[in-house]
């Protein structure tokens, strides 16, 4: 007589952690999006899935250092650049590691004929920085027949400053002409935010 209840409640028990680790699956695929992360945790964001948005600043609040570099970038930009600039402020990718950061960026187009300077929009406002005592990080210099990248460092906040424009076809054989309005063009982008040096 006692052999049924012992079977009984073996099986129960043995049964217990089958469904208890089919509930707690369930419960890891459907995370609660307001606990925050652990470290390591993979979480996939949907604003965040493709390059379009990615190249889109959602608004934050920036740390007053930050804001104070910003306020400066945007001051030395306008001086460097005779452009219409426009200033965004809060969380991105930026444009050269597609690193996120929390900042700004400034952009602007032009052409080339309204520079005066006729080495680039991008040592124009290199230069421009370094007037006022921002140092060159090498670690973000490229360069290319379609644009051109620098970084410069204040202390803990990096701009990036970087340019894009249509260089042509490398493999064309024709003989020089002057570029039409639309090859004269380029983009000029800065994006500011703090960034803890390596060493």
């Not at 469904?19 to 470290?39: K, L, M, N």
């Not at 604003?47 to 990615?54: A, E, L, V």
Request: aromatic share 6%; with cysteine; glycine share 10%.
């Amino acid at each position: 007589m006692l052999r049924f209840p012992m079977r009984c409640c073996a099986a129960a028990l043995l049964l217990l952690p089958v469904f208890g680790c089919a509930r707690d699956s369930v419960e890891r695929r459907q995370p609660d999006a307001s606990v925050p992360s652990r470290p390591g945790d993979s979480v996939s964001h949907p604003d965040s899935s493709g390059r379009g948005s990615h190249a889109l600043v959602q608004p934050a609040e920036l740390p007053p250092g930050v804001r104070a570099a910003c306020d400066s970038a945007t001051v030395i930009v306008r001086k460097a650049l005779p452009l219409d600039i426009r200033r965004e402020d809060g969380r991105y990718f930026d444009s050269f590691g597609d690193k996120s950061r929390i900042g700004c960026r400034l952009t602007g187009g032009g052409s080339f004929n309204t520079l005066p300077d006729s080495a680039g929009p991008v040592d124009a406002v290199g230069g421009a920085f370094k007037q006022h005592g921002w140092r060159p990080d090498l670690r973000y210099e490229a360069d290319g027949p379609d644009g051109s990248d620098v970084g410069v460092r204040r202390r803990d906040v990096l701009c990036l400053v970087i340019g894009r424009w249509d260089g042509g076809d490398d493999e064309d054989t024709l003989p020089p002409r002057p570029p039409a309005a639309e090859e004269n063009r380029f983009d000029a982008i800065v994006e500011c935010a703090r960034d803890v040096t390596s060493n």
